[in-house]
């Protein structure tokens, strides 16, 4: 294998990372920090979005210079090929989280239909909640009003007549904006569908039209496949409420069975729990010479455990081929989204075993294994039972876990955040209206190997709480902030007088872990609370979001129903759209005017903080708070 590796400090700030990046240099093997490096220098044309392969007349690719081509084959010019381009990210991006949440919707209508042994309604209460939301008749039994719901649900994947049902817990201002602009989400597949009609060659061929319909496909995630996922998920397996927990990659045991759930759906990673939990295969175990059986998270499903299980953290998106180099994990098991396809090579150099659990989602060298709502409770146990024989395949020798585990707090559900305010957002609102919290800041995405590891998130969230904006995470930053010790009550210590005294009073810490990538729902639907309990719309609230360290199509559509929902937000990595002067434009100015919100772009998380509070102090100026000078 290919080792080529600089200085190992470069690739993080966290010394678990930078330690066994060491033993994978010392042993030979290669990890995502050489790829990218053989990689390097990275096109610059697919870099400003200006390279195009949708079709087989190219690919093409056009001048940033003015100098060379200024068209494709097909005669698009540099503004379309960039629209063009994003729109298809972002199809991708709605297209992961909406299909991970009609797996729970189809879960659910297994549940409601008795047969997904092991599934269950894990929340009634919620179940209730939602189902109005619905219109599903309040007086039905559970089971089916589940069944109701499912096909409620399923309904929004398709064509339907009028907005996706979660919108109407908007203002009504921000619909209106939105259907001023022509951009309210219809169906979740009707929206991706469309994006990926329309960028086909020879279709739409107006930059701000496209940009229009990926708004649109956006929020189709937003207030449509990533919130199902999110309340699904809840009602399935319960609303997260405030545990204590550890994060970095000391989570793991020496002494004990490792087995590391990784992806984004927690349906299988659910039932990996139930069966930990059977004394017969904890038994087994301690046969073989462990002290029992440890389950750790990585990256969202990671997070999703976290948040309703207190789960460790063993580390986030750039950590998982750091995992298996521990030589200390029996088995790694996958479903989907933001997986290296390298793991399967990486665990053949160890013992572990590598289970991928979605029929959507093979990896090589992985053992396949597919869930269904009938299955996953076998499969969760079959999964337990290899993991425990193969602690015997076991080098101790090879075995090295070079960190002790910090603490956390996590469970920031919105129903967890109301019921710590004592059940209103009153408490909170008059903490931001005394300017003692001066406004909240999401901060979220993945880890970059553009970006040395937790950096960008770490830094950019220091310098925000230190200024009193409380900090909402979730995803790959929420796991840097852990890791960092920005997640116990304790560190309100870094934070500015005022959140110090609220984040005391109630201890909690200033950072409040609020789940999983598709969890960023909860965040808008926070912020829409909040706006609705003020009378105002998004835009006039002193909140923003970042996302320092981003890499994904999925990050990139969240990105874009946050501003289209009205939330400023800040990119640590620019989007590949430089290469239109016309579509960065609206990006960064076009769409203030009609949304209230755009983007900024950058990577310094110092001056990308200055930007935020400068954003946070404006708003309360405009709500008629007191404001000071950025
Ligand atoms: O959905 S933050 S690297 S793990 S894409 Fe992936 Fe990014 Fe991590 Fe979760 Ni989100």
Redesign the pocket.
């Known amino acids: 294998m290919k080792t080529e590796t600089s200085s190992e400090t470069q690739v993080s700030i966290q010394p678990d990372t930078i330690a066994l990046k060491e033993k994978a240099r010392q042993e030979g093997l290669e990890t995502i920090w050489e790829r990218f490096a053989a990689q390097q220098p990275q096109c610059g044309f697919c870099e400003l979005g200006l390279s195009c392969r949708i079709c087989v007349m190219g690919p093409c690719r056009i001048d940033p210079f003015g100098e060379g081509p200024q068209r494709g084959v097909c005669g698009a010019d540099a503004d379309i090929m960039v629209a063009r381009n994003l729109g298809r990210m972002v199809a991708a991006g709605a297209a992961s989280h909406s299909d991970h949440g009609r797996d729970l919707v189809e879960t659910l209508l297994a549940v409601a239909e008795g047969h997904a042994p092991g599934y269950q309604i894990a929340d009634p209460a919620k179940l209730d909640r939602i189902a109005a939301e619905f219109g599903v008749a309040a007086d039905l039994p559970p089971q089916a009003k589940a069944k109701e719901l499912a096909l409620a649900m399923m309904e929004e994947y398709g064509i339907r007549k009028g907005y996706l049902t979660f919108t109407k817990r908007l203002p009504a201002s921000r619909l209106a904006k939105w259907q001023a602009l022509g951009i309210a989400p219809r169906g979740i597949d009707w929206e991706v569908t469309e994006m990926m009609h329309r960028t086909h060659m020879g279709v739409d061929n107006d930059a701000l039209n496209l940009l229009l319909q990926a708004l649109r496909t956006a929020l189709a995630d937003g207030w449509g496949g990533s919130m199902i996922a999110t309340e699904l998920s809840d009602v399935l397996f319960g609303t997260p409420k405030p545990a204590a927990s550890q994060a970095n990659i000391g989570v793991l045991k020496a002494d004990q069975v490792n087995i590391i759930l990784h992806g984004?759906n927690p349906l299988v990673s659910e039932m990996v729990v139930r069966a930990a939990q059977d004394p017969q295969l904890i038994n087994r175990a301690k046969e073989l010479g462990a002290a029992g059986i440890n389950l750790a998270g990585l990256?969202?499903t990671g997070n999703e455990l976290l948040m309703r299980r207190g789960i460790p953290m063993a580390g986030?998106?750039l950590v998982q081929e750091l995992a298996v180099i521990t030589g200390a994990v029996e088995a790694m098991v996958v479903d989907y989204?933001?997986i290296l396809p390298s793991l399967g090579e990486l665990a053949g150099c160890f013992h572990t075993l590598l289970f991928s659990t979605s029929a959507k989602a093979k990896f090589p060298k992985a053992a396949a294994l597919a869930f269904s709502p009938e299955t996953g409770e076998a499969l969760g146990r079959q999964i337990v039972a290899q993991a425990v024989e193969n602690f015997a395949r076991r080098n101790p020798d090879r075995v090295f876990i070079p960190a002790a585990p910090v603490q956390q707090l996590t469970g920031f559900s919105v129903e967890a955040i109301l019921a710590a305010l004592g059940g209103s957002p009153e408490p909170l609102l008059n903490a931001i209206k005394a300017g003692q919290i001066r406004g909240a800041a999401g901060v979220v995405?993945?880890?970059n190997p553009k970006i040395q590891q937790d950096f960008g998130h770490v830094n950019l969230t220091k310098e925000l709480i230190a200024h009193d904006i409380l900090v909402l995470d979730t995803?790959?930053a929420a796991v840097a902030h852990a890791k960092s010790g920005l997640k116990v009550p304790e560190a309100a210590e870094l934070a500015g007088p005022g959140l110090k005294a609220v984040c005391q009073a109630l201890k909690i810490p200033p950072v409040l872990h609020m789940g999983?990538?598709v969890d960023n729902t909860r965040i808008v639907y926070l912020a829409a609370a909040l706006a609705q309990a003020l009378g105002v719309d998004l835009d006039q609230l002193p909140v923003a979001a970042a996302a320092p360290e981003?890499?994904?199509e999925?990050?990139a559509t969240i990105a874009c129903y946050a501003v289209a929902s009205g939330v400023y937000t800040v990119l640590g990595v620019a989007p590949p759209v430089l290469g239109s002067k016309t579509v960065t434009d609206v990006l960064l100015n076009g769409i203030t005017a009609p949304l209230g919100a755009c983007f900024a772009v950058e990577p310094d998380p110092q001056k990308a903080a200055k930007l935020i509070i400068r954003h946070v102090e404006e708003k309360r100026r405009g709500l008629g708070l007191d404001a000071r000078e950025s």
């Open positions: 984004h990256c969202c986030n998106h989204q933001c995405g993945c880890n995803g790959c999983s990538c981003w890499y994904s999925k990050a």
